[in-house]
């Protein structure tokens, strides 16, 4: 049984590639505050497009080719994430020109700034990088500066990066994730057994978060 004293744990299974994995995430963040449950979160990776080349796609001609999503349907389905975006405080930029691209580096980063106890703030730098100002997630350059930006050490974040160290770690996670049956993101885990996917509302998850709540004892 779970010691009611002790934190619920979350793991959150997402790519920044993920418009809902943010969505979600700030949904989750208000029914965690409303609920007042101590908790800790523990982010993981995931790849919505692993073969995704370095210049990345067009995120019409993406969504088109691998969903036949049409014109029409993609901007109204932008449309309503920019929408429950600004309920929640976070600003979607979908202008003319927005690219999706390959995140294995960005999982990579992540990893590291695990360690330094910065990931949730790297994460969180890395959806508004770009969802909200458009930058190219693709290049090297561009996720040292946003390091920089949170105050993690760009020297660091630059060799991390140059020597892939790694990459085997990342992908050993993202294999554990598939294992268990996570085929898309978000898709959060609480107290390691209860499996919830997909943005369910922030009165959804404070519902999940009483549940809970009653059953760790």
């Not at 998850?205 to 760790?216: A, G, N, P, V």
Request: glycine share 6%; with cysteine.
């Amino acid at each position: 049984m779970t010691d009611t004293n002790s934190q619920l744990r979350i793991d959150i299974v997402s790519d920044v590639m993920c418009p809902w994995c943010i969505i979600g995430y700030r949904q989750l963040a208000v029914a965690l505050e409303a609920s007042d449950v101590d908790h800790e979160i523990h982010w993981h990776p995931f790849e919505l497009n692993p073969n995704m080349p370095p210049e990345g796609q067009d995120i019409g001609e993406h969504l088109a080719e691998k969903y036949g999503t049409t014109p029409e349907q993609s901007e109204a389905n932008r449309a309503m994430m920019t929408a429950r975006g600004k309920e929640l405080g976070f600003e979607f930029n979908f202008a003319d020109g927005f690219r999706m691209h390959n995140t294995f580096n960005t999982h990579q980063l992540l990893h590291w700034a695990n360690e330094v106890g910065r990931k949730n703030d790297l994460k969180q730098a890395l959806f508004a990088a770009h969802f909200t100002d458009g930058r190219n997630l693709s290049d090297d350059a561009e996720l040292v500066e946003i390091a920089g930006e949170i105050g993690l050490d760009q020297v660091e974040a630059k060799a991390v990066l140059d020597d892939q160290r790694f990459a085997n770690a990342v992908r050993q996670q993202q294999q554990f994730w598939m294992q268990q049956g996570i085929n898309g993101v978000p898709a959060m885990v609480f107290d390691r057994q209860h499996l919830v996917t997909g943005a369910q509302g922030a009165e959804a998850y404070e519902s999940i978060l009483t549940q809970l709540k009653d059953i760790r004892v």
